[in-house]
């Protein structure tokens, strides 16, 4: 029998990426929710770690808050359901969550249950033969259709799931639900839809509970927001005792992180906010009615992440205090950038300055020309083809900086400050190569489900 | 004439990415008397706003009123996607503060 209402209970916006608060969490857990639900990764985090196949989150605070969902939902016998696991959503990083749940359920010695995991990379060469059959690629935000050079530049590529192989994990009965790169809003959308609620009040339900408590006022990150479903309406209630959901904050989510606050694309379709209705449901919820939900005529559009290695990379900082340096400080880069080339010309090899104190955080969009500071810390990112070219440009554009020739200059024994006498290694530069769609016939084509048992 | 600044006007200013390759800006207000005088007051515009970021005007892809949440709302293009080497700010959450001192005529 269909459930009148259904409840989801969101404690982390993006789980592992800074610990879930525990508080609002258990607040939450008590009211017994009928899912708990969280999205686990973000292509905020820049395309390093979905290049490199890493995670942006530390492994503890990962474990931190799959810890707390596990066990509640397993003591309530209800689904927890994550999606673009460790950050990127890549096979690695879903093998790595169905291991930190394997290990969850061992150390607290947990009944045998079901977990359902899905993958969503594509192995580049699909999208080349697709291509190579004249499939477009087509570009979002502007982007063109993808080049043959962009693609083979490209390392690793995710698709980004729509509510599919979620509902398709719950149809084969899974408890625990590790899913691959996943839209945001999918991961809650797809149990009401599951559960027999209608699409619109599914995906905005979705949208409004993706980045917890950022829908809360005030601003507080990490605590847990709960979604009441009806067939005809949203409310999503603050945990936290110091948060409430409020028409100003609620309204003002729905806009975040989009380019534009009435639309939003999913694989499947389109939610349309346009007439959205917000009122203030009692002191800590704000209810929701009337979004719409326009499904996609013909085939259904599925986005792709890619991101491809640029080059081995290198890290210097250098400190000037020297007024009359910092006043010259463009011809010291210059003369730096100069000694650089002289050694490397025809080379491959980048080589950035950002000079904090001057535009180090805005670059080109930085209104203030004038550089007022006392002080000024410039770092330098070098990147080359191989680790120990890295090095050699980054510390003879950090050095340089120290030798400086300025006709004027009354420090003549180093123009610069240096914390530490060398160049750190940091990760390789990566590029967001792939900001695309593909179509798909079968929206599950893209992300097989496997189901297991965890005893 | 009387001025006043952005910053005492609006609740929320912000910046985030809107997906690797823009910036969206979202100015929130309190109340809609705040809202509407700024949206009057021609000082937020996508000219203004070119002018003051010291970009060409279709680095500006969207410029809309949010009237649910009262807010403005732009967005512009990267130059580069973000995460890219050399970058200054990989989550866009540092561009806004140029809007706090945006002058608003409040008579």
Known sequence: MQKESLRIHCSNGHLGFAPTKEESFWIGAETKPDYYCCDSGSDDIGPVPLGADKCASHPEWQKHDLELMLLAARKQGVPMIIGSAGDTGSDSRVDMYVGFIRELAKKHNLPKFKLAYFYSEIDKELVRGRMKAGEEIEGLDGRHSLTFEELDATDRIVAVAGVHPFIKALELGADVIIGGRSSDCAVFAAPAIYEGFPENIAYYCGKVLECASFCAEPYGAKETVIGTITKDDVKVTAMAPFQRCTVASVAGHAMYERTNPYYEYVAGGMMDMTECVYEQYDEKTCRITNPKFVPIEGKIKVKLEGSGKVGERFMGLAGIRDPYTIKNIDKVIQWAKDQVEERFAGTDYKLSYRIFGKNGVMGDLEPVKETKSHELMVIVEGVAPTATAAEEITMIGTRQIFYARLPEVKGTAGTAAFIIDEVAPISAAYEWTLDHTVTVDDPLELFPVTLIEIE | ?107
């Open chain 2, 1 to 107: 004439m009387k001025t006043m600044k952005l910053v005492d006007l609006a609740k929320t200013i912000r910046s985030k990415n809107a997906g690797t390759d823009r910036i969206t800006f979202d100015i929130i207000f309190r109340e809609k008397a705040e809202y509407d005088l700024v949206r009057n007051s021609g000082a937020l515009t996508k000219g203004t706003v070119a002018v003051l970021f010291g970009i060409p005007e279709d680095r500006i892809v969207d410029f809309v009123e949010f009237d649910p949440a009262y807010a403005i709302k732009f967005t512009i293009n990267r130059l580069r996607p973000s995460g890219s080497y050399g970058e200054g700010d990989i989550f866009g959450c540092q561009q806004y503060p140029p809007l706090l001192d945006v002058e608003i005529p409040v008579e």
